[in-house]
């Protein structure tokens, strides 16, 4: 069975930092893009950056400069760097991949289940 675990979320005061890591595992044979998403109650999913196989990255204009996303091919894993967090920055964190999977190494659209990050004094 394909999934994909994030964690690294929790609580950290305004201006804190955190590093969230999303790692795939199962019948894998490569992973395309994988990106970061975030959610608030009330609010749609929204995207917070993507990086290609090759390392490619982009993000939500509004976050630029202060998260960074980063992969390793070798694992199938993708990592967010938060810093400078602020209080609005308060989500459910979810990671999106697309997985080549099975025989076939077709490539298939997986999400994790998230990982809470809160920023609070």
Do not use: H
């Amino acid at each position: 069975q394909v999934r994909l675990v994030e964690s690294g979320g929790g609580l950290v005061q305004p201006g804190g930092s955190l590093i969230l890591s999303c790692a795939s595992s199962g019948n894998i044979f490569g992973a395309d893009s994988m990106s970061w998403f975030r959610q608030v109650p009330g609010k749609s999913r929204e995207l917070v950056a993507t990086i290609t196989s090759g390392g490619s990255a982009n993000y939500a204009d509004s976050l630029k400069g202060r998260f960074t996303i980063s992969r390793d091919n070798a694992k199938n894993t993708v990592y967010l760097q938060l810093n400078s967090l602020e209080p609005e920055d308060t989500a459910v964190y979810y990671c999106n991949a697309i997985l080549r999977v099975g025989f076939n190494r077709t490539p298939t659209n997986y999400w994790g289940r998230g990982t809470q990050v809160t920023v609070s004094s």
